[in-house]
């Protein structure tokens, strides 16, 4: 069985492609942007050449050959890059460093996908097993899990069981003093919520906008993740400002009388006031904005193509943060970091699930390693993920607390992912 990894390698494909062809000019921004995409690719076929499908192999193909023969793309080659040279003789592994240009990288990843297509059409119908992974070093697996944090103040914090990846949502506690006034409060809240969702039904508001109004009405009547709450009432909040002269006056007042509610509510909870002072001090530009939302639309397409190991709600979730953040230009510090610190949540715990693999994978106690296709899997999703922190780094790096990224990317390459 070859696992279809395919579809979150072709977004990848597709966002370098379309990276490479709204490139105006040759800058070292652009080369950012574009390089950590073409090596992970690189890396993505390398390790998993043996379990991408035919379909997926053929049309990388195409697209490669499509980013490779543009205009665009020849600009690029003006600037170098540097890729990643494995090899294993025998249990050891040498790793050396190759300064290149991106057409001489385009070319090297192309003739991986060449070389597994062929690979696919030897193995198709026989009961060839691929290659086994080296047992990591125990020692790199002690580092790596003293390393990765648990999760922080977010808005979303995630789970993992059994290899299937889901938000774990997190109770909201008030304050001794304010319990009982804060479970009244989100009862009214409720209440006004649903009259405040049907008016604006009725009206022709835009549709995202009421969209963005039922899920904070969800989150109300869930009782839960106050930080993710608040982080929606501020979205709330920024689009009413816009559509404000759609709506009448009488459901513009409600409306505006039910946000400024639900920030009164989510302040009697001393996790919503960490959080906004935690966002406070961090300074974050434009830049950093918008690269991270340009990640976050890229983990929610490929997140959304993997229903078997993870639940919708995942990239439901982070495609709310991540809209929450508005234009990066005008972005408020409160819907900035929450995207940064959501990131963060989603490569610790798979970087934690990741260790605990590796683990599996050097005593070989786990039932989970029965079949080699299980380590395909969670291959497939580790090495998306190191993709996207690698390419943050140098924006969490500036982030307090942070900066267990770089040194856990380190390791976890190290370890085999």
């Not at 205009?71 to 025998?90: A, E, I, K, N, Q």
């Not at 009413?240 to 505006?256: H, I, N, Q, T």
């Amino acid at each position: 069985m070859r696992y279809l990894l395919g579809e979150p390698v072709l977004d990848i494909i597709m966002a370098l492609r379309a990276g490479v062809s709204n490139s105006q000019h040759v800058d070292l921004d652009t080369a950012l942007e574009i390089a950590p995409r073409l090596e992970v690719l690189r890396q993505l076929v390398i390790r998993n050449h043996h379990i991408l499908d035919d379909a997926s192999l053929s049309r990388m193909l195409t697209e490669i050959e499509a980013i490779d023969s543009s205009t665009s793309f020849m600009r690029l080659d003006l600037v170098s890059l540097v890729v990643r040279d494995r090899m294993r003789p025998g249990k050891k592994e040498t790793r050396n460093d190759i300064r290149t240009t991106f057409t001489a990288a385009l070319k090297l990843l192309l003739n991986h996908v060449r070389d597994a297509e062929q690979l696919g059409t030897e193995l198709d119908g026989s009961a060839a097993v691929p290659r086994e992974l080296a047992p990591p070093d125990k020692r790199t697996i002690d580092r790596l899990v003293n390393l990765v944090p648990e999760q922080k103040l977010a808005p979303v914090q995630f789970k993992i069981h059994e290899g299937f990846l889901s938000v774990d949502h997190q109770p909201s506690v008030a304050s001794n003093r304010d319990i009982k006034s804060a479970d009244s409060a989100r009862e009214a809240l409720v209440s006004q919520g649903k009259t405040v969702v049907e008016e604006l039904g009725r009206s022709n508001c835009d549709t995202r906008f009421l969209e963005t109004i039922i899920s904070l009405q969800s989150k109300l009547e869930a009782a839960d993740d106050v930080i993710q709450l608040g982080i929606l009432n501020i979205s709330c909040d920024e689009m009413a400002k816009r559509y404000d002269a759609e709506l009448s006056g009488a459901v513009a007042a409600r409306l505006r009388a039910h946000i400024n509610s639900v920030a009164a509510y989510v302040a009697q909870f001393p996790d919503w006031r960490r959080y906004t002072e935690n966002a406070a001090v961090v300074e974050l530009d434009e830049s950093d904005i918008r690269k991270s939302v340009g990640i976050a639309d890229e983990i929610v397409s490929s997140l959304s193509d993997e229903p078997e190991l993870i639940d919708p709600e995942v990239p439901h979730t982070i495609k709310l943060i991540k809209e929450a953040v508005g234009d990066p230009n005008r972005a408020l510090k409160r819907t900035s970091y929450a995207l940064f610190r959501t990131l963060e949540n989603l490569f610790s715990k798979v970087f934690e699930f990741g260790a605990a693999f590796a683990s599996d994978l050097a005593t070989q106690t786990s039932t989970r390693l029965a079949k080699w296709g299980s380590r395909a899997v969670a291959g497939g999703l580790i090495t998306l993920v190191l993709g996207w922190a690698g390419a943050l780094t140098p924006i969490f790096q500036r982030l307090p607390d942070a900066g267990w990224l770089t040194p856990a990317i380190s390791l976890m390459r190290t370890i085999g992912f």
